[in-house]
């Protein structure tokens, strides 16, 4: 597209280019990554002062891991991400299975309509609604585990495990389930051999984005939680409400970390290959 | 023969049902049944200690626009309310239109590019958008704090004498939700631009049109549904924004989302609290709403 050109006044002109966009482009991405770099050196700064550089140092990472408040936080965050990450692709499977392949089926909008339902809704609507609702189970029942966390994320993460596992099965060839049929594979045969081995990939793929989005929830998190089950968003969240402090920048650094080796996973596992 | 075709139907429906069911469930326990339970908070009466009294009220909702005096019981504007709702609205269609203003051309920089360097730049762009709010919140800060790196440079050229107070203005809000939702605005702009069938310039250009007439008659009526579909997706969850301007606004400048916690903590009114959410989520719902019939439109003409 970029070479589209047209002969005009006798010197290479460019259809596709327009005067100045180039140049904005170019500082709206030093602008998105700037901050994100600046905070990811300092993580690494050994002065206390959050603007003065005082040579390389771990010295922050050390910090962190130490805290006994961060280590807990890390645990939360990793328990309750990885129960919604399967149980949320786990359902999300079933649902791609059955909303996709069949034809119209009469009442798809309205499971179509139910399953993208988080992502229509405020989160902070939603974590009024699951406060309220935590809070009378709370009081019936007198449990006050990871449970409520769990279910929480369980349910807002469906949607970012269903679109690609339903992207990769509209896209998936037929004739391979077809041929498995002729040759008198039963369905659950068909299933177990054909589709899901072919499947598996978006479905990591789609556990994997479950998996970030959960780890990267504030709002609903904050709303929910019962003392002591802070996870690292809503220990940051505390922290910066106190004071800053370095150390912020390491485990930020590190969630950033385990939320780009996931994406890049992502997009490893849901390219098509050919 | 019929029946038979109406038999595979319908066992085919049962199926889709049945295996949706566990995903439907979850939701409707813990996403969409809940906001039924909002509704009718409410319309209930404010605990002392927070919660509710099961009494009905109206308070909630009415507490949105007015308040009653306490001495003399007469109901007066709530002025601070109207002041964070407009706050809310403005700050959020301005971060629209920057996010649009610097957005497009970046978009359009992106589908531009040769294929190759195409996907380089596009995934450039969706890194920060799966990157925690929270943690781009707290970037833009470490930027614009008064000990910041952006007040340590222009005082290093002498460019200020004092640091800019940027921090707890509206200005830093504003930038705030700017740096986190650009991408948003991006990725439907690319996808509507992407499609966009460059011969027309071409025509365009051979017909003697000028790069702004180019640009104003041919590339942004034709890229319309993209501009409205990154604008609401902008839009909507900047009107629900809570991270941003609580980290940003330090508290004092709140916008919608702030004042409902605030409802559920301090504020100790829920009903009032709910009545706000179930308010957010009409006006959210009815943008969606136009979202998709623009989506819907976009598909029809082709």
Known sequence: MAERTTRRGGKSFSVTRLPGFAPIAVVVFLVLYAPIATLVGYSFNASESVSQWGGFSLHWYGVALQNGEVTDAAITSMIVAGFAAVISTLVATMAALGTTRRGHVPGQTVIYAMINQPLMVPEIVTAVALLIFFAMVKQATGYTGLGYLILAHSAFCIPFAYLPIRARLEGMDLSLETAAADLYASPWQTFRRVTLPLLMPAIFAGAMLAFVISLDDVVITEFIKSPGQDTLPTFMMGQLRRSMKPDVNAISTLLLGVTLVMLSAFFLLSRKRD | ?302
């Open chain 2, 1 to 302: 023969m019929s029946s038979n075709e109406d038999r595979a139907r319908a066992a085919n429906t049962r199926t889709a049902w049945a295996l949706s069911t566990p995903a439907l469930a979850l939701l409707a326990l813990a996403a969409i049944g809940p906001l039924l339970i909002v509704l009718v908070y409410s319309f209930l009466t404010p605990g002392a200690h927070g919660n509710v009294e099961w009494a009905f009220s109206l308070e909630g909702w009415t507490g949105i626009v007015a308040t009653k005096d306490i001495f003399d019981d007469t109901w007066g504007l709530a002025d601070a309310n109207i002041s964070i709702f407009w706050r809310s609205v403005k700050l959020s269609l301005l971060t629209t239109v920057i996010t649009f203003a610097v957005g497009f051309p970046t978009a359009w920089f992106i589908a531009t590019r040769p294929p190759k360097a195409r996907a380089m730049w596009l995934f450039l762009i969706t890194i920060p958008f799966w990157t925690n709010v929270l943690i781009r919140t707290f970037a833009i800060n470490q930027v614009i704090r008064n000990e910041g790196i952006l007040n340590a440079i222009l005082l290093k050229f002498g460019l200020i004498d004092a640091p800019l107070q940027i921090t707890y203005t509206n200005t830093a809000v504003l930038i705030g939700m700017v740096y986190v939702y650009l991408p948003l605005m991006v990725l439907p702009l690319f996808a509507v631009i992407d499609r966009f069938d460059m011969r027309l310039l071409e025509a365009g250009y051979d017909l003697y049109a000028s790069r702004m007439q180019i640009l104003r008659r041919v590339i942004l009526p034709i890229t319309k549904p993209g501009i409205i579909a990154g604008s609401i997706l902008v839009f909507v969850p900047c009107l629900g924004a809570y991270v941003t301007p609580r980290i940003l606004g330090g508290g004092k400048l709140m916008m919608i989302g702030n004042f409902i916690e605030l409802q559920f903590g301090q504020g100790r009114n829920w009903p009032l609290g709910a009545a706000l959410s179930m308010t957010l989520l009409v006006v959210v719902t009815i943008a969606l709403l136009f979202y998709v019939r623009t989506l819907n439109g976009d598909r029809k003409d082709g």
